[in-house]
T-cell receptor, first 115, second 114 residues
Framework: SAVISQKPSRDICQRGTSLTIQCQVD?????MFWYRQQPGQSLTLIAT?????????ESGFVIDKFPISRPNLTFSTLTVSNMSPEDSSIYLC????????????FGEGSRLTVL | QKEVEQNSGPLSVPEGAIASLNCTYS??????FFWYRQYSGKSPELIMS????GDKEDGRFTAQLNKASQYVSLLIRDSQPSDSATYLC??????????????FGSGTRLSIRP
């Protein structure tokens, strides 16, 4: 199993500011996934981050709002830009189990509250 | 139509009984199906994966897949209070030529009553 560390675990942010979430994996992985889980809701895929290429964003999510970096095979960041209260959510980083595509491991999540 | 549908619950089951959780999906081309458990305030954790029609058993858990009916279920035998959680159904959907992605249902909240 992969060990995934996310920082920060939680934060309270002011409207209009930006916050960067970091995700560190203990092994090299091709793809890293960023999900959002709004209060009482299920997981929604924001984007898939591949090392060395632009992230692939899902419908409803744009790079200007959620820029992603993937500088190497063990690390990624997700920035939530120009935050509004609607961005209050848990943001989860995940990776697939090696050789068993579709089985995901998740980080502990970053709980953001925007005032 | 949602891509992965689940009854949100809550589903209340007495301790020791069988809990049955259901999920339907819309993409007939989907090949991989998963059940995740999420305790309150925690991240999801994988409990079962199933790739072919029929049943797959792992301890007290049995996943059932019927691709013709586009239906996936999870049975939990001898339910324990520690099984109380939200169960998320997930499907690996192939989006044409782009990378496949994993889509989650809204989850079913399960409560095991002593």
């Amino acid at each position: 199993s992969a060990v995934i560390s996310q920082k920060p675990s939680r934060d309270i942010c002011q409207r209009g500011t930006s916050l960067t979430i970091q995700c560190q994996v203990d092994s090299q992985v091709t793809m890293m996934f960023w999900y959002r889980q709004q209060p009482g809701q299920s997981l929604t895929l924001i984007a898939t981050a591949n090392q060395g290429s632009e992230a692939t964003y899902e419908s409803g999510f744009v790079i200007d709002k959620f820029p992603i970096s993937r500088p190497n095979l063990t690390f990624s960041t997700l920035t939530v830009s120009n935050m509004s209260p609607e961005d209050s959510s848990i943001y989860l980083c995940s990776v697939e189990r090696q050789g068993a595509t579709g089985e995901l491991f998740f980080g502990e999540g970053s709980r953001l509250t925007v005032l | 139509q949602k891509e992965v549908e689940q009854n949100s619950g809550p589903l209340s089951v007495p301790e020791g009984a069988i809990a049955s959780l259901n999920c339907t999906y819309s993409d007939r081309g989907s090949q991989s199906f998963f059940w995740y458990r999420q305790y309150s305030g925690k991240s999801p954790e994988l409990i079962m994966s199933i790739y072919s029609n029929g049943d797959k058993e792992d301890g007290r858990f049995t996943a059932q897949l019927n691709k013709a009916s586009q239906y996936v279920s999870l049975l939990i035998r001898d339910s324990q209070p520690s099984d109380s959680a939200t169960y998320l159904c997930a499907v690996k959907s192939f989006a044409g030529s782009s990378a496949s992605k994993i889509i989650f249902g809204s989850g079913t909240r399960l409560s095991i009553r002593p």
